[in-house]
T-cell receptor
Framework: GAVVSQHPSRVICKSGTSVKIECRSL??????MFWYRQFPKQSLMLMAT?????????EQGVEKDKFLINHASLTLSTLTVTSAHPEDSSFYIC?????????????FGPGTRLTVT | QQQVKQSPQSLIVQKGGISIINCAYE??????FPWYQQFPGKGPALLIA?????SEKKEGRFTISFNKSAKQFSLHIMDSQPGDSATYFC??????????FGTGTSLTVIP
């Protein structure tokens, strides 16, 4: 199946700083990527849909100025957490859908554990 | 509004037993129903998926049963093993659109 990578896998930052997380589709092109946030023992919460060449679409309640998304190319989307605070600590996961013949499937990255101190 | 409802929240099964996780949906436009397996600290991985034109799909020890009229689908893990201990998420989507996830089931298989 298709492979999606994320970098970094873990990051610790100080409160007030910004952190950038990269999401790459390694063997396919993705005009759309999704960013999720996952709290411990909970489901994935869709934060935003990243669209190559246009603005991201944010879910209700997600601050677009705090979570900046840039879909720079057909294989790269970045999520920047600006002015991070401890409550932003979470597991962030990206995914990208891909068509395999007539099959539409979504492939997830390995996730990024963000800890804000 | 939860588009996909999943139960149970947690499940404990003896090694060799059958694990069953259930999901229900409302949107009849959904046409693709995958199951994902997630280990702690890792991203979800596609396990098995089904489309509504079939009522069952089997891959190894994993089987999806699909009931279109009831708008329900379930994952059966036969001969459950300790290595199957993970969190399982069902999902649904209308092809080309956003995926909606269930709330997850934490499965523990006791040796």
């Amino acid at each position: 199946g298709a492979v999606v990578s994320q970098h970094p896998s873990r990051v610790i930052c100080k409160s007030g700083t910004s952190v950038k997380i990269e999401c790459r589709s390694l063997d396919f092109q993705a005009t759309t990527m999704f960013w999720y946030r996952q709290f411990p023992k909970q489901s994935l919460m869709l934060m935003a849909t990243s669209n190559e060449g246009s603005k991201a679409t944010y879910e209700q309640g997600v601050e677009k100025d705090k979570f900046l998304i840039n879909h720079a190319s057909l294989t790269l989307s970045t999520l920047t957490v600006t002015s991070a605070h401890p409550e932003d600590s979470s597991f962030y996961i990206c995914s990208a859908p891909d068509w395999t013949g007539s099959r539409y499937e979504q492939y997830f990255g390995p996730g990024t554990r963000l800890t804000v101190t | 509004q939860q588009q996909v409802k999943q139960s149970p929240q947690s499940l404990i099964v003896q090694k060799g037993g059958i694990s069953i996780i259930n999901c229900a949906y409302e949107n009849t436009a959904f046409d693709y129903f995958p199951w994902y397996q997630q280990f702690p600290g890792k991203g979800p991985a596609l396990l098995i998926a089904i489309r509504p034109d079939v009522s069952e799909k089997k891959e190894g020890r994993f089987t999806i049963s699909f009931n279109k009229s009831a708008k329900q689908f379930s994952l059966h893990i036969m001969d459950s093993q300790p290595g199957d201990s993970a969190t399982y998420f069902c999902a649904a989507t209308a092809t080309g659109n956003q995926f909606y996830f269930g709330t997850g089931t934490s499965l523990t298989v006791i040796p």
